[in-house]
């Protein structure tokens, strides 16, 4: 598999997207937070993601189907702003540069009024949540981070997409190096993960997806068949799961302004994203507060552990351990995508076998 | 069974509490909360929990193992106030009554500040989580409650009991008369549940709990023989739903100042509170808001149905029903618990056969 140091595919990322266009400052945001993601081992948001956001710039469309033009130059404008709650306005500029400035505003007005909210509207997909958690953690800020994006979840006993998989993130800092970083879909999976299995002809674990009948199956393909996603907690406790995805389908959608597929000015495949941020310091000393998350940490790592687990680990543990390991090693691209990166950039007069390792 | 109104049962619990020492505000708080939860069809957190109150007001223990001291007459006393954000010392009055002050300030601070937060320690049992999210979008506010408490929770991939149940309840206000209510612990189940299962004798479903050797089983009795209970999610996604937990272990203990069972100072069995509010008006208009949630209430409800579903319903729904029933049918409480309610009534020379419908 092509190979790359993660500097390299930094610098790639970036030629390709300024070549295409964007100003120098989403630039820099955008491959940054991609080759981050890859570092991190989560390579479904990763570079996979250049040649869509590309073809959102060109064409405003995903596989041809209609979504919203990635307008590289979109100023984030704040439309109303009372000091602790700040909505702004995207204008469809990467959702990773969006956000990025969310969560600096938000943690820039926690730490002036205790906590704050920012929310953020036509916004583009703004990638890895769990990015900005990390950042405003490595600042001292707990940050809550949710965003409603897609519909192709069913709600506990229907059948029907009618949720999005609608991803929850927290970050809390820790007196270690890594914080506690909690980044899940409310779906048992995301939709990229059962379509690769579909790809390399595997069965998918029962309890991720539903027929057209709203039988549970195995057939990755049934999913595309009019099937759909479950929430978290499968036939016993789906109602949690479900419960947590509406939450975030409402507040996601509706407090940021950015509506919901079906409801009037909604662009499919676009982020409602909401974000929270705590300044600890307002609550308890910082200080006291870490000694205390370390203190929680120890104290959970030392359980006596379940046949067949080593080890108990911390939310945000197997993404800094993959980070490390990548960050030495490099970082490995399937060929197929990297024949599509390598079409886009020669469009771009960039050759990328150059930059590889 | 002996069967109450809700009314005839307020009185009674109020009369007891009453007689026990309690000052008024406390008295009515604390009944209209436990009634609402029997109400709301939720026993394990309505008048059930009379005897184990009166034990934490006459001894701080609960079935003679050391726990707190209730002080009916403890002061809400806030000890770090910076607008937006409000730390205060519950002082050991009923929980019901810290949380209850405590939603009302984080609702007053949030229409003044767009967002707030309100934290509390030394706070005893606050009841259903519920019953303050529910209040609070009925002010038209959202709210997100969490609380750490308790000690019986697995890690994922452990066995040991190093979380509580950690519950987390969201309120969000609706077009309709009930608000949507998301209400759950993060474990499989509560401890009360199990415990139902092992007096009647019944097997408990696979994945609910584990035994002292980190072994799935359905025998109730492994739970209280070294035995755990296992967070959302189950062996594949377990890791959720213990990250909830553990974010609600962290914030809800150490942003509260009211730490976790082994850290000093800690008072098992207390709740470390953290309420966040939202004023919808600084981010959208209410009535647009509204009718946003109430037109993706319509459309995910309009779902074709699983097999063996008549109905998709919202949080909150299913306990607003039972609500109305309650509320014309009266409330049954199970003899065992009439005895004991009996038998404290009449340490207190009240007559609990007199409010009997």
Same mark, same amino acid.
């Given at each position: 598999?092509?190979?790359?140091?993660?500097?390299?595919?930094?610098?790639?990322?970036?030629?390709?997207?300024r070549?295409e266009?964007?100003p120098?400052?989403?630039?820099?945001?955008?491959?940054g937070?991609?080759?981050?993601?890859?570092?991190?081992?989560l390579?479904s948001?990763?570079?996979?993601?250049?040649p869509q956001?590309?073809?959102?710039m060109r064409?405003?469309?995903v596989?041809?189907?209609p979504?919203?033009?990635i307008?590289?130059?979109?100023?984030?404008?704040?439309e109303?702003?009372?000091?602790?709650t700040v909505?702004?306005?995207?204008?469809w500029c990467?959702?990773? &540069?969006?956000?990025w400035?969310?969560?600096?505003?938000?943690?820039?007005?926690?730490?002036q009024?205790?906590?704050s909210?920012?929310?953020?509207?036509n916004?583009?997909?703004?990638?890895?949540l769990?990015?900005?958690?990390?950042?405003a953690a490595e600042?001292n800020? &707990?940050?809550?981070?949710?965003?409603?994006?897609?519909?192709?979840?069913?709600p506990?006993?229907?059948?029907?997409?009618?949720?999005?998989?609608?991803?929850?993130?927290?970050?809390i800092?820790t007196?270690?190096d890594?914080?506690?970083?909690?980044d899940f879909?409310?779906?048992?999976q995301?939709?990229g993960?059962?379509r690769?299995?579909?790809i390399?002809?595997?069965?998918?674990?029962?309890?991720?997806?539903?027929?057209?009948?709203?039988?549970a199956?195995?057939?990755?393909?049934?999913?595309?068949?009019?099937?759909a996603?479950l929430?978290?907690g499968?036939?016993?406790?789906?109602?949690k799961?479900?419960?947590?995805?509406?939450?975030?389908?409402?507040?996601?959608?509706l407090?940021?302004r950015?509506?919901?597929?079906g409801l009037?000015?909604?662009?499919?495949?676009?982020?409602?994203t909401v974000?929270?941020?705590?300044?600890?310091?307002?609550?308890?000393?910082?200080?006291?507060?870490k000694?205390?998350?370390?203190q929680?940490?120890e104290?959970?790592?030392?359980s006596?552990?379940?046949?067949?687990?080593?080890?108990?680990?911390?939310?945000?543990?197997?993404?800094?351990?993959?980070?490390?390991k990548?960050?030495?090693e490099?970082?490995?691209?399937?060929?197929k995508l990297?024949?599509s990166?390598?079409?886009?950039?020669?469009?771009?007069?960039?050759?990328?076998?150059e930059?590889?390792?």
């Open positions: 598999m092509p190979r790359f140091r993660a500097d390299r595919l930094e610098k790639l990322t970036e030629e390709i997207f070549k266009g964007a120098e400052e989403a630039v820099k945001i955008l491959a937070h991609l080759v981050r993601a890859n570092l991190a081992g390579d948001h990763g570079v996979i993601r250049i956001y590309i073809e959102l064409s405003g469309t596989d041809g189907r979504f919203y033009k307008q590289p130059d979109g100023k984030y404008e704040i109303q702003d009372d000091g602790s909505l702004a306005n995207g204008n990467f959702g990773q &540069v969006t956000a400035k969310s969560i600096n505003l938000a943690i820039e007005r926690a730490r009024h205790g906590i909210s920012v929310s953020s509207y916004t583009a997909h703004i990638g890895r769990g990015e900005y958690t990390t950042y600042q800020m &707990v940050a809550i981070v949710f965003c409603s994006i897609g519909r192709i979840v069913a506990f006993g229907g059948i029907d997409r009618k949720l999005g998989t609608n991803p929850l993130s927290v970050g800092p007196n270690g890594t914080p506690f970083v909690l879909a409310t779906s048992m995301a939709e993960k059962v690769n299995y579909l390399s002809g595997k069965q998918v674990p029962l309890g991720w997806i539903i027929d057209q009948e709203g039988k199956t195995t057939n990755p393909a049934d999913l595309y068949d009019g099937g996603i929430p978290i499968g036939d016993s406790q789906g109602y799961g479900y419960g947590l995805s509406l939450m975030i389908e409402m507040l996601g959608s407090l940021s950015n509506g919901f597929p009037e000015g909604h662009r499919y495949g676009s982020s409602g974000m929270i941020a705590l300044d600890i310091e307002r609550f308890v000393g910082l200080e006291t507060f000694a205390g998350v370390g929680l940490i104290d959970v790592k030392s006596k552990k379940r046949p067949g687990f080593d080890e108990i680990l911390i939310p945000g543990e197997p993404e800094a351990r993959i980070t490390q990548r960050a030495q490099g970082i490995e691209i399937p060929q990297f024949d990166i390598r079409e886009i950039a020669a469009t771009l007069d960039i050759d990328a076998e930059y590889l390792d």
